[in-house]
């Protein structure tokens, strides 16, 4: 496939466990960027990378958030100890710039996540 | 906390009609997009505006960025059932994008 996928699309935790969400971003794209989704909101950003640097993570809500990217392609977006404040839907974005005001992003479906 | 305000949050049409939907901010951006996002998938991009008061056109769609670049309007003619869906604005400065609420449209058949 051509565009961004997520995986699971769908995640249901019990309160207090981890979880690990995927991003495989288009091929060649440089930059990648995580949003959270809360129902009836638009995306908020949580963290940004351009290849395998970590640029911006002043978006992420508290330390139990980690995102990584290794080798500047996948990238996962880890959450321990879920809380239920943390059900939304995450979205993950990637684009072909590197840097600039212009940043085009191409989105995948998200991964609902429910903490129970 | 939202640093787009969207207007209005909802909104509900019948076919036909013309529609214009609202992006403000008390903040300058470098460029503006307009995406449009349906249930169960990630926002897909419309439009970018650059340039104060720049206009674009995009079929029945007319995207327009203030002269100020703080604000941005999306006028839809002749509105179609396949038009409804959540309409985000997102504005960006260096690598930084933040998104509005978005305007919900539903055009009725």
């Known amino acids: 496939g051509a565009g961004v996928s997520q995986s699971p699309r769908y995640k249901v935790a019990k309160r207090g466990q981890d979880v690990a969400l995927r991003c495989d971003p288009i091929?060649?794209?440089?930059?990648l960027f995580w949003y959270q989704q809360a129902l009836g909101q638009g995306p908020e950003f949580l963290t940004y990378?351009?290849?395998?640097?970590?640029?911006?993570k002043s978006g992420l809500p508290s330390d139990r958030f980690f995102a990584e990217r290794p080798e500047g392609s996948v990238s996962t977006l880890k959450i321990q100890r879920t809380q239920q404040e943390d059900s939304a839907v995450y979205l993950c974005?990637?684009?072909?710039?590197?840097?600039?005001?212009?940043?085009?992003?191409?989105f995948g479906p998200g991964t609902r996540l429910t903490v129970l | 906390t939202q640093l787009l305000e969207q207007s209005p949050q909802f909104l509900s049409i019948q076919e036909g009609e013309n529609l214009t939907v609202y992006c403000n901010s008390s903040?300058?951006?470098?460029?503006l997009q307009w995406y449009r996002q349906e249930p169960g998938e990630g926002p897909v991009l419309l439009v970018t505006?650059?340039?104060?008061?720049e206009v674009k056109k995009l079929k029945r769609l007319t995207f327009q960025f203030g002269d100020a670049r703080k604000d941005s309007s999306l006028h839809i003619t002749a509105a179609q059932p396949g038009d409804t869906g959540l309409y985000l604005c997102?504005?960006?400065?260096?690598?930084?994008?933040?998104f509005g609420a978005g305007t919900r449209l539903t055009v009725k058949p």
């Open positions: 974005a990637s684009s072909p710039q590197t840097s600039g005001s212009y940043n085009e992003q191409f």
């Open positions: 091929s060649g794209h440089v930059s």
């Open positions: 990378f351009q290849n395998e640097a970590q640029l911006d």
């Open positions: 903040s300058v951006f470098s460029s």
């Open positions: 505006v650059v340039t104060g008061g």
């Open positions: 997102a504005g960006a400065s260096n690598n930084d994008m933040r």
